[in-house]
Each structure stands twice: as structure tokens, then as C-alpha cells.
């Protein structure tokens, strides 16, 4: 995690999407619950460049500017991206916390000018984080710290996910 994963993913994407479909790319935890379409609406009216979108830290903060977003999830404009795969800075420091080290390239360069928080849309799964989490709320983008099954369940529940799925006779819930 803190030995140049998100660089190696980040510095790729402009390879891999070569072609200019994309305005963002995002890069979320594998403990996420990720609502695409609230995403999506929180993104529309949002520049097209420069743009660093996600959860504020710390937990209480709503300023953009202070620090860095968090690495549950956050979005880069793909701008953002290339130069994170042309410039020396990224690429040579690369071993720390992956989310306050996305943070420092971008200070560094004083990059990503459209700064974006999107509390209380993303959060903490309920009791999981003390400041950082709150109960599910219906315009949620994002929910952290999914560890257990229970809590998938309850998530998926809560968003109704689950509604037309027939359940399995091969195990009881």
C-alpha cells in the first residue's frame, strides 16, 4: 500500500486510456461501497481539469486546501494524471502513505486548483471511525471501511441492491 501502488496505477492510466474519453479517473480502496451514479452527479457541474475530488482530512475539515484527500476514494482530472506520469516529482517519491503522498505532489506544484470535498457524501461505515463516520444517508457516494460481511449486507440493503436478487438456496442469511 505505502510502496508506490497508487504511483505505479496513476502513471499507468494515460498509457492504458490512451484515447480522450475520459475527463477523471478515481482511485478507490477494495473495502469501498461506490455509488457510480451519485459520483457521477457530484462530478458534472465540476471543471474538466485541475481537479482533486474526494474526502477531506482530517475527519472534521471541509477545506480542500488544507491537506489531502483521503485514500478511500478520491478523483484526479486526467490532466492531473499525465503530469503524474511526466513529472520527475511523483515518480521519485513514491514510498509513504499513498494518500498524503498524491497530496504532496500536488502541493509541491501547486496543482489541482479545483479542489473539491464531498461531505458528508463519503464516509466511514457507522462506528467505524469515530468523526470520519456517520450513519448511511440516502445521497451517499462512498462508504469506508466495509471489513465484514455484516456490514456489506447492511450497505447493500440499506441501497436496496439487493432488491431483485433471488436469494441462493446454498446458504442461509
Wanted: a positive charge.
Amino acid at each position: 500500500m505505502n510502496q508506490g501502488k497508487t504511483y505505479t496505477y496513476l502513471s499507468t492510466l494515460p498509457r492504458v486510456l490512451s484515447t480522450p474519453r475520459y475527463d477523471h479517473v478515481m482511485k478507490s480502496d477494495d473495502d469501498v461501497y461506490l455509488r457510480l451514479k451519485p459520483l457521477a452527479f457530484s462530478l458534472y457541474p465540476l471543471p474538466r481539469n485541475d481537479v482533486y475530488h474526494g474526502f477531506v482530512t482530517p475527519c472534521p475539515s471541509m477545506n480542500p486546501f488544507v491537506n489531502y484527500t483521503s485514500s478511500m476514494g478520491f478523483v484526479l482530472s486526467c490532466d492531473l494524471v499525465k503530469w503524474i506520469r511526466r513529472y520527475p516529482i511523483p515518480k521519485n517519491d513514491t514510498f509513504g502513505p499513498e494518500d498524503k503522498l498524491v497530496g504532496k505532489w500536488l502541493n509541491t506544484r501547486k496543482k489541482a486548483k479545483n479542489r473539491f470535498s464531498n461531505k458528508p457524501a463519503i464516509y466511514d461505515y457507522p462506528g467505524t471511525n469515530g468523526r470520519c463516520s456517520h450513519d448511511l444517508i440516502p445521497d451517499t457516494i462512498a462508504v469506508n471501511r466495509l471489513k465484514r460481511c455484516d456490514q456489506w449486507l447492511h450497505v447493500l440493503r440499506f441501497f436496496k441492491v439487493t432488491k431483485e436478487v433471488e436469494l441462493s438456496k446454498l446458504y442461509n442469511i
